[in-house]
C-alpha cells in the first residue's frame, strides 16, 4: 500500500489554555517582550517574520531562543525542523546537553552523541506523518540513564505557537524558516556511528558517565538530571553566555525566571516524567553538580566537536535519492489504518508512550484489527533502535563525508523492513490497552508471538529490576557473605525459609541491649545484672512508662554518637523469636 502523506491536515487550530499561558509565564519563557505570539483563528501556522513555529511541551521542556548550536546542529545533520520532534525527544536533548555541562563538564559532545543515540521515523506503512514524525532513541547496546518519560504526552500537538527567533552574534538563522509542506527523508545520519578514533576520545567521557548511574549511594538518574535544569531556572536547548558548569545561581546570567516553588517544581517534573504523585520529586543530585562553586578541576578539558553547521545559515544543495516513505514506526496519533488528521479527534491518543529507556524492540506484525487506546512514542526506548541495513563506513575508510552522511538518504540501498514502533512498551499495564484483538483475520499466530515477546521484555525488565533490588539490600542482610554474581543464586539467598527481616531486627536489638548495659557498666553503678536480664514479667504499661522516661537520656546519647532517630514511638517490649 502507498503511503500516504497528509500534508496539511495534520495541523489544526491551535488550543492553548489559560494553564499554559499561565505556566509559560512562570517559567518566564514569555518575560521577554514579543518572545511569543498565540495563533488566532489560523488552522495551519503562518509565523511573522522573525518567528518560528514551536509547542508549549517543547517549551518547557528545555526550548527556548536563541537555539543552542548543538541542537542546531543535529536539525541540520538529521535533516529536521523542530516540529518533526516529539516532546520526549526534546527532553532527551536537553537532558544529554545538561549531563554534559553540569555533570562532565564538557560542552555537548557530537562524537558522544553519536555513541548514545540515533534516530528513527514515528510513522506507519499507510501514512506518513510530519509533526512528531522522528523520535531520538538510545542505541540498544548502550546502559544510558533510565528516563522515566510519561506514558503519553496528550494532545501536544495541539499546543502549537510561535517563538521569536534571537540572533545571538554565532549565527544568522538559529532555526530554519518552517516549512510545513517539508517531508521527512531518513538519511544516513540517522544511524551514524562514532569512528574509532571518535571512540577513543569518547571513552573516558562514557566511563564516567556509568560511574554516575552506578556509585551506590550517589547514583545520578535521569529525573534527578530534569530536575536540575528545571530547579535552576536554565533553559539547556538556549543559547548561553555561560556553559552550565559556571552557572551562579540567583544572579545567574542565563536564568529566565525566579525559582519554582516546591511544588510547582513537583508538578512540572510530574508533568513531563512518568512520575505520579506518590513518587517523591529529587530536591538534590545523587553527586554534586558543576557549578561556579564547584569548579572544574585544573586542566579539565572542556573543548568538543558539535554537528557541523551550515555556513551562514545556508545549506549546500545535495541531491536526495528518494523519500523516505516506507514508515518505519506506528505513528503517534493512528488507530490502524486510519485517514484522519492526527488532530481530528480527542480520542486519538497523541502520545509518546514508554516508561523506560530500557524496552528491547518486538515483532513487527499485521495491526489491522488491533484496538489502541493509546499509540506509543519509542523515542525514550533503547528498542526503538533496531538497526537499519546500511552500514557506515569504519574509521579506515575517510572517503565518508559528513556532510554526505547527512544529505543521502538510504533510499540508494535496500529498504528496511516496516518496524511498528507502538508495539514496545515495558509498562505491563499498557499491554491490555496496546495490545487488545479484535476478531483478528489470518494472522493468529503473528498476534501470539507479538504478545509473547511483549511479555517476555517486561519478563525482561522485571527480572533486571529485581537484580538491582537484591543486589542493594545484600550487604544489608548478608554482611559476611561475598555477593553471588549469578542473579538465581542471589535469588536464592532470599528464598530462605528464615525471615531475614526478623534476623535485621534482632540483630539490631542484640546491639541496643549490649550497648545499654555497656553505658550502665560505665556509670560505676551498682546493678543488680540477675534482675536487669529478667524482664518477662515487666507489664506492657509499666514498660511503656519505663521506655517513655528513657526517651530524654537516650536522645542525648544518640545525638553524641550522631544518629538522629526516627520519630515513630518504641514502646514495644523486645521482639523475640
Given at each position: ?47 511573522p ?85 522522528v ?59 562514532a ?54 545561581g ?33 530536591t ?26 551550515p ?105 528496511d ?25 489470518g ?42 554474581a ?21 540483630e539490631?536489638?542484640?546491639v ?39 526517651k ?26
Amino acid at each position: 500500500m502507498a503511503t500516504e502523506d497528509l500534508g496539511n491536515l495534520e495541523w489544526e487550530r491551535s488550543k492553548i489554555s489559560q494553564q499554559d499561558v499561565n505556566l509559560l509565564k512562570k517559567l518566564g519563557i514569555s518575560g521577554k517582550q514579543d518572545a511569543l505570539r498565540f495563533p488566532k483563528e489560523e488552522s495551519y501556522p503562518a509565523p511573522p517574520m522573525q518567528y518560528r513555529v514551536s509547542f508549549v511541551d517543547h517549551l518547557i521542556r528545555g526550548l527556548s531562543t536563541p537555539i543552542h548550536d548543538f541542537l542546531r546542529g543535529l536539525l541540520f545533520m538529521y535533516g529536521l525542523q523542530l516540529h518533526h520532534l516529539t516532546p520526549n525527544s526534546i527532553l532527551h536533548i536537553s537532558i544529554f546537553i545538561t549531563l554534559c555541562e553540569s555533570f562532565l563538564g564538557v560542552q555537548p559532545n557530537w562524537s558522544l552523541w553519536k555513541r548514545i543515540f540515533l534516530c528513527r521515523r514515528n510513522g506507519s506503512s499507510s501514512v506518513a506523518y510530519n509533526i512528531g514524525g522522528v523520535v531520538i532513541c538510545v542505541r540498544p547496546d548502550v546502559e544510558y540513564f533510565d528516563v522515566k518519560f510519561p506514558d503519553s504526552v496528550q494532545g501536544w500537538r495541539k499546543k502549537w505557537l510561535y517563538i521569536r527567533e534571537e540572533n545571538h552574534g554565532s549565527v544568522e538563522d538559529n532555526i530554519p524558516p518552517f516549512d510545513g509542506a517539508e517531508k521527512i527523508c531518513r538519511r544516513r545520519s540517522w544511524d551514524a556511528e562514532a569512528t574509532d578514533a571518535e571512540k577513543a576520545a569518547t571513552e573516558a567521557l562514557m566511563t564516567r558517565i556509568h560511574e554516575l548511574q552506578n556509585t551506590r549511594g550517589q547514583e545520578l538518574s535521569g529525573i534527578q538530571i530534569t530536575a536540575y535544569f528545571l530547579r535552576i531556572r536554565v533553559q539547556p536547548l538556549q543559547a548561553r553566555k555561560n556553559p552550565l558548569w559556571m552557572y551562579a545561581g540567583d544572579k545567574d546570567v542565563d536564568r529566565l525566571s525566579v525559582d519554582l516553588s516546591v511544588n510547582d517544581l513537583a508538578k512540572l517534573v510530574r508533568k513531563i516524567s512518568s512520575l505520579n504523585k506518590k513518587d517523591s520529586v529529587p530536591t538534590s543530585c545523587g553527586v554534586t553538580p558543576y557549578s561556579a562553586t564547584n569548579a572544574l578541576p585544573q586542566n579539565h578539558a572542556t573543548a568538543s566537536p558539535l554537528p557541523p553547521l551550515p555556513e551562514g545559515g545556508e545549506v549546500e544543495e545535495r541531491a536526495i535519492v528518494t523519500d523516505d516513505n516506507q514508515g518505519t514506526s506506528r505513528p503517534e496519533s493512528e488507530a490502524a489504518g486510519s485517514r484522519k488528521s492526527a488532530a481530528s479527534s480527542e480520542k486519538d491518543a497523541e502520545a509518546e508512550a514508554t516508561s523506560s529507556t530500557r524496552s528491547p524492540p518486538s515483532a513487527a506484525s499485521p495491526r489491522s484489527k488491533r484496538k489502541r487506546d493509546e499509540a506509543v512514542d519509542t523515542g525514550t526506548s533503547k528498542a526503538g533502535a533496531a538497526r537499519a541495513e546500511e552500514t557506515v563506513p569504519d574509521a579506515g575508510k575517510k572517503a565518508l563525508d559528513l556532510y554526505e552522511a547527512a544529505l543521502i538518504s538510504s533510499g540508494d540501498e535496500e529498504e528496511d523492513a516496516p518496524i511498528d514502533e507502538t508495539a514496545r512498551t515495558s509498562t505491563s499495564r499498557r499491554t491490555h490497552q496496546e495490545y487488545e484483538l479484535e476478531n483478528p483475520e489470518g494472522d493468529q499466530l503473528l498476534d501470539a508471538l507479538s504478545l509473547l515477546e511483549i511479555h517476555g521484555t517486561e519478563a525482561r525488565d522485571g527480572l533486571a529490576e529485581a537484580e538491582i533490588g537484591l543486589s542493594r539490600l545484600f550487604p544489608y542482610f548478608f554482611k559476611k557473605k561475598e555477593e553471588p554474581a549469578i542473579f538465581i543464586d542471589l535469588a536464592k539467598c532470599f528464598t530462605s525459609q528464615e525471615d531475614l527481616g526478623l534476623q535485621l531486627r534482632q540483630e539490631g536489638l542484640k546491639v541496643g541491649v549490649e550497648g545499654t548495659i555497656a553505658l550502665v557498666a560505665n556509670s560505676q553503678q551498682n546493678v543488680d545484672w540477675a534482675r536487669v536480664g529478667d524482664a518477662e514479667d515487666i507489664e506492657t504499661k509499666k514498660w511503656q512508662s519505663l521506655i517513655k522516661a528513657a526517651k530524654p537520656n537516650s536522645k542525648k546519647i544518640l545525638a553524641t554518637l550522631g544518629y538522629k532517630p526516627a520519630p515513630a514511638p518504641s514502646s514495644s517490649k523486645p521482639e523475640v523469636k
